[in-house]
């Protein structure tokens, strides 16, 4: 068997309608942290407008980039390490306003898993392993 070079991580692209309203949305009804955004300098119209950010909640990273790189309705898989936090998680969601497509539900394969929308309709599936204390 041949053998490669892994990959040390992965940070999805999402691409979003109006990065300064995402980066509102992420902060304020997700819970993610801005860790940066980017300026396009060329523009005139509004310079001070970002077009490309990185957002951040525990280990996972996301980029978002305006109306480029892809298209609105992404999809992503957020595993959550224990019950205790999923639920958290879930009900964090419901008192900030989050969109959730699909409550908390087990399923066969062993996960309990949502599923939360965000402004452009990308989703994120976040799960946990049933029994996870």
């Known amino acids: ?3 490669s070079v892994g990959f040390n991580w992965v940070t999805p692209i999402l691409c979003v309608d109006n990065v300064a309203n995402s980066l509102k949305h992420y902060e304020q009804v997700l819970g993610f942290e801005v860790s940066w955004s980017w300026s396009d300098e060329t523009s005139f119209e509004q310079p001070d407008h970002p077009t490309f950010a990185c957002v951040c909640r525990g280990h996972v990273s996301v980029f978002l980039c305006e109306q480029d790189q892809g298209k609105p309705g992404a999809w992503m898989f957020l595993n ?3 019950m205790a936090d999923f639920e958290a ?3 964090e969601y419901k008192k900030s306003g989050a969109n959730i497509i699909e ?3 087990d ?3 062993g996960m309990r898993e949502m599923l939360v929308a965000d402004l452009d309709d ?4 976040i799960g946990c392993p049933l029994g996870s204390v």
Request: no cysteine; charged share 35%.
């Open 107 to 109: 399923y066969s394969w």
């Open 1 to 3: 068997m041949k053998e």
């Open 122 to 125: 990308n989703r994120f599936r």
């Open 89 to 91: 998680i879930h009900e």
């Open 80 to 82: 959550v390490e224990n």
């Open 103 to 105: 409550g908390p539900e």
